[in-house]
């Protein structure tokens, strides 16, 4: 028997994504999110969803590109600092010690020191509530060589965090359960 | 030094989400889909990318309403399954094991075996490529007491599992890292 829980914005895993972008002035700014996810594989786009009030709004909408960083469990107080204040009246970067990279293929800045990267041009924006839902086709992915195994990504290596909505908590990723498009053949 | 590794859907984590639609006839469809998040928190609201090629993306189109449920790790072979084959011509409820829920608040199936669902109402769709990113408001969220812990999900227990685009891998969430709105505020 399942017990009703009322309407709510909960479902796991929630992903830790910091979102790169430029001000009118040029000012690099970062805004951490959780609503995001890939939402085409081709081209390779990524929604990522952010209230009309933020700084990054603004941001997005007018350069019409943003970066998407992938911050190690390592770097979750820069991450979560990082979605705490706005980017109105403080340079982020600086407060949490992170390098801006202007990125030679958007006009949107990426964080330096997080492990992986990916460079997007805003093509569709949808206004679903209190949010709105801003897609981006996925220009480049930038992995630092740290992370990489024959050029593929290590997902131990990276140790991307996890985001539980409701507990407002971040994990790390687990231990290996299986073989996707595989281990569900045996029934 | 970031290395390029050309455009392609890599963001970690991913989810493991099963979209569970009627079609045509009625008959309870499940399919597992790893494009997708929250990406709204008033309404809440749930966006989930399929391709036009898939039984239940006509599902949704018809109906307007699709539930999303996440397996826990152990229920991982029938999530992956679930993701492996076409509901137009198999009953992937009954190939599974799985049961087919009635919701009394969206036109869709829920599955009974599953510890956390999600019932949607698709208010929007946008196509961006190969896939349509359609948007469903949450009416309402419902999870099994087993998963809960004084009225809220225990993610320890709910288990959900994490996909890793480029190697096709299941992972669990792992160890605790630290409060969210709250670790970063030390910098």
Redesign the interface.
Same mark, same amino acid.
């Given at each position: 028997?399942?017990?009703?829980?009322?309407?709510?914005?909960?479902?796991?895993?929630?992903?830790v994504?910091v979102i790169g972008t430029y001000d009118f002035e040029d000012k690099p700014n970062i805004m951490t999110v959780?609503?995001?996810?890939?939402?085409?594989?081709?081209?390779?786009?990524?929604?990522v969803?952010i209230r009309e009030a933020t700084y990054s709004y603004g941001n997005i909408n007018r350069t019409k590109a943003f970066t998407?960083n992938?911050p190690s469990?390592s770097q979750?107080?820069?991450?979560?600092?990082?979605?705490?204040v706005s980017g109105k009246n403080i340079d982020k970067f600086e407060?949490?010690?992170l390098t801006p990279v202007r990125s030679e293929i958007v006009n949107a800045p990426y964080v330096g020191e997080f492990p #992986? +990267?990916?460079e997007c041009e805003c093509?569709?924006s949808?206004i %679903? =509530?209190?949010?709105t839902?801003f897609?981006g086709? &996925?220009?480049?992915?930038?992995?630092?060589?740290s992370i990489?195994d024959q050029?593929?990504?290590d997902?131990a290596k990276?140790s991307? #965090? +996890?985001?539980?909505?409701?507990?407002?908590?971040?994990?790390? %990723? =687990?231990?290996?359960?299986?073989?996707?498009?595989? &281990?569900?053949?045996?029934?």
């Open positions: 028997m399942k017990k009703s829980l009322g309407p709510k914005p909960i479902a796991y895993p929630a992903p994504f959780a609503w995001a996810g890939i939402c085409c594989s081709r081209p390779p786009c990524m929604a969803s998407v992938i469990s979750v107080k820069e991450a979560d600092y990082a979605g705490t407060a949490a010690g #992986l +990267v990916l093509t569709h949808l %679903v =509530g209190l949010h839902l897609v086709e &996925i220009k480049d992915v930038k992995a630092d060589e990489l050029g593929k990504i997902l990276l991307p #965090l +996890v985001f539980a909505p409701e507990l407002r908590q971040y994990f790390e %990723v =687990g231990r290996f359960v299986g073989k996707a498009f595989s &281990i569900g053949k045996s029934l």
